[in-house]
C-alpha cells in the first residue's frame, strides 16, 4: 500500500515583515503560536517573496514562475470587482494538487481574477473558496459581503456603520471546517489571510490588551462614510500602534488554533504546514513599521525592491519529517510550486523558474 500523501497547510500573511514576529526580534508583542511553529520546523532564513505588492507575488507563488516570467506583473484593477485573472492556460499549484488527489480550498484574499473570471479560484482548481475575491475590498475588516464559491455571502451585521462581524474571525471558521470535513482525505488549505494589511482594525478584545501600551499613539484619518466607504478606502484608527499589535497577535492565535485543530484530529503527524508573508510590511492606513521595525535588519518596505521589500519570514514544518533548525538555502515563491509536486508525487509543468 502506497503511504497516505501528507496534508498541506499554506498559511500567507499579507504584508507580513520580516521582523513582526518574536522568534525574528519583534520585542514590542508576542507571537508565541507562530514561535512554536518556528521551533519544530525549519526556518528559511534567506526566503524571498514573488513581488514586493499582493497580485504578482501570489501570481509568481501559484505559477512557479518569476516576474520576469509571470502573466500578472501588477496590482491591475477590473471593473466590476476583482483584479486581472490568471489565464485558463496557465497551470496552477490548486490545479496540480487537485489532479493529485487532494481536495482543495482557499479562505481569505484572491485577487488573481473576479468572479466569474478564467481567474476565479473556483476556476483555478480549487474546490472551495471563501473570503474577498478582491484585494481592494479586502482592505476593510468589516465589509458588506464575502464570496464563498460563486455566492456573494451578504453580512447584515456589517450594514451600514455596523460592525458586528470582522471577517478575518469568519473565515477562520469556515477554514477550520474544511479542515474537520477533510480530515480522512488528503487536502490543501490555502490560507491567505488580510492580516495585517490595509485598515489597522482588530476586535474589542484585542484592543484592550494593547490600548495605551505603544505611547504616543499614532492616529490615521481616513474614509468614515460616503460613497467610497468599505469599497477601498481605510477606515480611521486613532491607536494604529495599538491595533497592528492586535492584530497580528490575533494572526498569531489563528495559526494557533489551526495547529490545535490539526492535533486535535490526530492528523498533524501527516501535515506539512508552511508560513510566510507575501511582501514586505506597508506604510498604508496608520501602520509605523519603523516603530515596530517590522523589517528588521533590511532596508525599505513594500514596493522597494530592496530586501526590506521582500525578504520575508518562511517556516516549514512536518513533525517527524522535517528535523527543526534554520536555513539559509536561498528560496523564492516560485520554488513552492515545483516543492509541492514533489510532495504530491507529480511532474512539475515543463515551464516554470523554481526548483524543488
Not at 63 to 87: D, L
Not at 110 to 129: A, H, R, S
Not at 267 to 294: K, W
Amino acid at each position: 500500500k502506497a503511504p497516505a500523501k501528507p496534508n498541506v497547510v499554506f498559511i500567507l500573511a499579507d504584508d507580513l515583515g520580516y521582523g513582526d514576529l518574536g522568534f525574528l526580534g519583534q520585542k514590542r508583542f508576542k507571537t508565541p503560536n507562530i514561535d512554536q511553529l518556528a521551533g519544530q520546523g525549519l526556518v528559511f532564513t534567506n526566503h524571498y517573496s514573488g513581488s514586493t505588492v499582493c497580485a504578482p507575488s501570489r501570481c509568481a507563488l501559484f505559477t512557479g514562475m518569476h516576474t520576469g516570467h509571470t502573466y500578472i506583473r501588477g496590482n491591475k484593477e477590473m471593473k466590476p470587482e476583482g483584479q486581472e485573472p490568471i489565464p485558463t492556460e496557465i497551470t496552477t499549484l490548486a490545479e496540480l494538487m487537485k489532479s493529485a488527489g487532494y481536495t482543495t480550498g482557499a479562505f481569505g484574499k484572491w485577487g488573481l481574477g473576479g468572479p466569474g473570471t478564467e481567474g476565479d479560484p473556483v476556476n483555478q482548481g480549487f474546490d472551495e473558496f471563501f473570503g474577498y475575491n478582491c484585494q481592494a475590498l479586502a482592505h476593510n475588516y468589516y465589509p458588506f459581503y464575502l464570496w464563498h464559491n460563486r455566492e456573494k455571502i451578504i453580512l447584515p451585521a456589517n450594514a451600514g456603520k455596523e460592525t458586528g462581524i470582522w471577517a478575518p474571525d469568519l473565515i477562520q471558521e469556515k477554514a477550520l471546517k474544511f479542515v474537520e470535513a477533510n480530515r480522512n482525505k488528503p487536502f490543501f488549505l490555502y490560507y491567505p489571510t488580510t492580516i495585517p494589511h490595509a485598515e489597522l482594525f482588530a476586535p474589542e478584545r484585542w484592543m484592550e490588551k494593547f490600548r495605551g501600551k505603544f505611547l504616543p499613539e499614532k492616529s490615521f484619518k481616513g474614509t468614515d462614510d460616503g460613497p467610497n466607504f468599505r469599497k477601498g478606502p481605510y477606515g480611521s484608527q486613532p491607536e494604529a500602534h495599538a491595533a497592528f499589535a492586535a492584530m497580528v497577535s490575533r494572526l498569531d492565535e489563528q495559526v494557533g488554533e489551526i495547529l490545535h485543530k490539526l492535533k486535535e484530529l490526530g492528523i498533524d503527524g501527516n501535515t506539512i504546514v508552511m508560513f510566510t508573508s507575501d511582501n514586505g510590511p506597508h506604510l498604508e492606513g496608520g501602520a509605523d513599521p519603523d516603530y515596530f521595525d517590522s523589517n528588521g535588519p533590511w532596508t525599505g518596505y513594500k514596493r522597494d525592491l530592496t530586501e526590506g521589500g521582500i525578504h520575508v519570514p518562511f517556516i516549514v514544518s512536518w513533525p517527524g519529517k522535517i528535523q527543526p533548525g534554520a536555513t539559509g538555502h536561498i528560496s523564492a515563491f516560485w520554488d513552492i510550486l515545483p516543492t509541492f509536486c514533489d510532495i504530491a508525487g507529480i511532474k512539475k509543468p515543463g515551464k516554470t523558474d523554481g526548483i524543488s
